[in-house]
């Protein structure tokens, strides 16, 4: 895809079929569990669902331009695609890094499920992972880091990677791939979570992989058939759908957090303001030389738990939910799910509001307290 267009045109081009004159713009889902078989034993693309459908290989190849890969693989959840990935990279003997300060779901997969298989599994923050990656085999990395959001230096633990010969693989969800191209600063997989900002209206979940290894995209893809965590074709449908519009939501979105993050940081009732895309963060500098977008999570620390539900509850435009990326600014304590954080930690997703509108909101339910 020509690289000087801008995200919505991208993302636009990324989701059009060729031009057939009487075919649909925007064609529907093919939902199908069986194909008619050929003759030609072997030639088929489709056979059985769990193997292909033409609605997720349209998906694929929009996401494969979208993170500048060669190939795309859709799963049901990110998760799915997560533990996927670890499976086709990390063996029975091999060292296995994940983040400390990452969603702690992958956290309990790798301790619960793949360290009774051999493997060793060592945890390691935003500041430390470039280290371990001196001794690992497989790496998994998330920048921003969910929910504190401090950046991984990509380059760095790249060439640790490669000069361990190591495989890197980046969870881009925080990021998305009109925020940072993982696979341009050295990247060998991007894992992440469409649910979030791809999909973006909070009402189905879907996960994907892209890279440019053949052989380890087809590893990747022999362990989607054999545990079987697709993605429905319809759910691909709606992942489809909407990318065409994830420029202008994204867009919005880090707009929204970055005036938030603006608004909060001065505020008498919040403790601390953590946003990449504020000049006095700490993981600034590193985000932008690596980031072409910030991202549209804010992370604020309250007084208390108390004053998380007061904040929602005083406000007239937050929602109080986990997960994020949806067009609606969501408040998610993050203790009440066990991250080790405050009592009074939040994590807000910038939702696509009109950004007055929110800042007034929030600064006004602030205030109220």
């Not at 296995?96 to 298989?117: F, I, N």
């Not at 879907?206 to 052989?215: H, L, Q, R």
């Not at 990318?243 to 005036?259: D, I, K, M």
């Amino acid at each position: 895809m020509s690289d000087h267009f801008g995200d919505s045109t991208r993302a636009v081009k990324a989701v059009s079929s060729l031009p057939v004159p009487g075919d649909p713009v925007g064609p529907g889902p093919v939902l199908a569990s069986a194909y008619h078989l050929s003759d030609d034993e072997g030639s088929e693309q489709n056979t059985y669902g769990r193997g292909s459908n033409p609605t997720w290989r349209q998906l694929e190849s929009a996401l494969a331009q979208l993170e500048g890969a060669e190939a795309a693989l859709v799963f049901g959840s990110g998760m799915a695609a997560i533990t996927a990935a670890l499976r086709a990279t990390a063996t029975p003997g091999s060292v296995l890094v994940v983040p400390a300060d990452g969603y702690y779901q992958v956290r309990r997969y790798a301790t619960e499920s793949l360290a009774p298989l051999g493997i060793t599994v060592r945890e390691a923050t935003a500041d430390e992972i470039c280290d371990a990656a001196e001794t690992a085999d497989v790496v998994l990395a998330e920048t921003p880091t969910n929910p504190a959001l401090d950046v991984v230096d990509l380059r760095r633990l790249a060439h640790a990677c490669r000069r361990r010969g190591a495989r890197l693989l980046v969870d881009n969800t925080t990021a998305t791939p009109l925020g940072q191209q993982p696979l341009a600063l050295g990247a060998d997989l991007v894992v992440a979570s469409a649910t979030k900002a791809l999909a973006g209206h909070s009402d189905m979940l879907a996960g994907y992989i892209a890279g440019s290894d053949s052989e380890l995209i087809a590893a990747v893809e022999r362990e989607r058939l054999l545990a079987g965590a697709i993605l429905g074709s319809f759910e691909a449908w709606l992942v489809l759908r909407s990318l065409g519009s994830v420029g202008l939501r994204f867009e919005r979105q880090c707009a929204n957090a970055l005036a938030l993050a603006t608004a909060l940081q001065g505020h008498r009732g919040v403790r601390s303001v953590r946003y990449p895309g504020l000049p006095g963060d700490p993981s600034h500098p590193l985000a932008a030389g690596q980031m072409r977008r910030f991202g549209g999570l804010v992370s604020i620390e309250l007084a208390d738990e108390a004053a998380v539900h007061a904040l929602v509850r005083r406000s007239e435009l937050l929602v109080a939910a986990t997960s994020f990326g949806g067009i609606h600014t969501s408040v998610d304590r993050r203790a009440r799910w066990g991250d080790p954080v405050a009592d009074g930690f939040a994590r807000i997703s910038a939702g696509i509001e009109d950004t007055d509108d929110l800042v007034a909101d929030v600064v006004a339910a602030l205030d109220a307290q």
